[in-house]
């Protein structure tokens, strides 16, 4: 079984923002992130333009390796090239809720 480093640090949320992943489910979205070669989704949450937030790997789990910050980041999939009004006020909540910043 493959066990995962977790996370010592939380300082931030970051970011990503990958508008080919709007059509995409969160099981698709993990299938295409095997495919490129990783073990997991990579991302703490996923974003939608609608503000609906899913969860996505564990909190304590690093996100990406190849994703600035990952060791020390909660990492959010946005699925546009821009937040929308409804995403914002999603991340607005979450930020909140984390007691984290949101970084870009």
Do not use: C, P, W
């Amino acid at each position: 079984m493959i066990e995962f480093l977790n996370r010592e640090n939380t300082e931030v949320i970051r970011l990503h923002f990958d508008e080919t992943a709007d059509t995409l489910s969160k099981e698709q979205l993990t299938v295409r992130a095997k495919r490129d070669g990783k073990f997991n989704l990579g991302f703490h949450y996923i974003l939608r333009k609608d503000g609906t937030l899913e969860e996505g790997i564990s909190l304590n789990q690093f996100a990406d390796f190849e994703l600035d910050g990952y060791k020390t980041s909660i990492y959010v999939l946005v699925t546009a090239d821009r937040l929308t009004d409804a995403a914002e006020y999603r991340l607005e909540k979450l930020s909140k809720k984390l007691k984290l910043k949101v970084v870009d």
